[in-house]
């Protein structure tokens, strides 16, 4: 488990992850190269699974979001969609649900016409049926994971 300060440099990193050694020792009050070999540990421990920007999908053409359930047309078909999906670039994120639908799939597109499209893809690609909900509006996203004393 982590102890305190390996929480708060976790913290300071959630909240920048282009955050310097020098601002992260500053926020822990440890020196440079011992935030330094913290850091090491905790992604060689998985705790850190890497770096990631955060991008604006508007500003790269991709302004429509959207959440897609599937659920697979036949009960007895393999419960592959995830491999069988993975291709498709639209696709940010697949998780596995519980409720009627197997998977909730979060999606990006340029447009209505373009989600119409990767609707129909998903539904030959997987055989499954869908249920879409077209995002208005996000306040918030990407998050800091709250981490726990």
Same mark, same amino acid.
């Given at each position: $488990?982590?102890? /305190? ?5 976790? @913290?300071?990193? =959630? ?15 440890? !020196?440079?190269? /011992?935030?330094? !070999? ?7 421990? %998985? ?11 508007? /500003?790269? %053409?991709?302004?429509?979001? &959207?959440?897609?359930?599937?659920? +697979?047309?036949? +009960? /007895?078909?393999?419960? #592959? ?18 409720? #009627?639908? =197997?998977? $909730? ?5 340029? !447009?209505?016409? &373009? ?5 129909? %893809?998903?539904?030959? *690609?997987? #055989?499954?049926? *869908? ?6 509006? @996000? ?11």
């Amino acid at each position: $488990m982590e102890d /305190a300060v390996d929480r708060q440099i976790i @913290t300071e990193i =959630s909240r920048d992850a282009r955050a310097t050694l020098a601002q992260l020792s500053e926020a822990v009050g440890l !020196s440079s190269s /011992a935030v330094q !070999s913290r850091l090491r540990r905790l992604e060689s421990r %998985g705790v850190i699974a890497g770096y990631r920007p955060i991008l604006d999908a508007e /500003a790269l %053409g991709k302004p429509l979001s &959207a959440f897609i359930e599937i659920t +697979p047309l036949d +009960p /007895a078909q393999p419960d #592959n969609a995830p491999e069988l999906l993975q291709h498709i670039n639209e696709i940010e994120a697949c998780h596995s649900i519980a409720g #009627n639908a =197997s998977y $909730m799939l979060f999606v990006r597109v340029a !447009s209505p016409r &373009a989600l119409e499209e990767l609707v129909n %893809g998903i539904r030959l *690609t997987a #055989n499954v049926s *869908t249920h879409t909900t077209v995002v208005l509006q @996000t306040y918030y996203e990407h998050r800091p994971i709250a981490v726990e004393d």
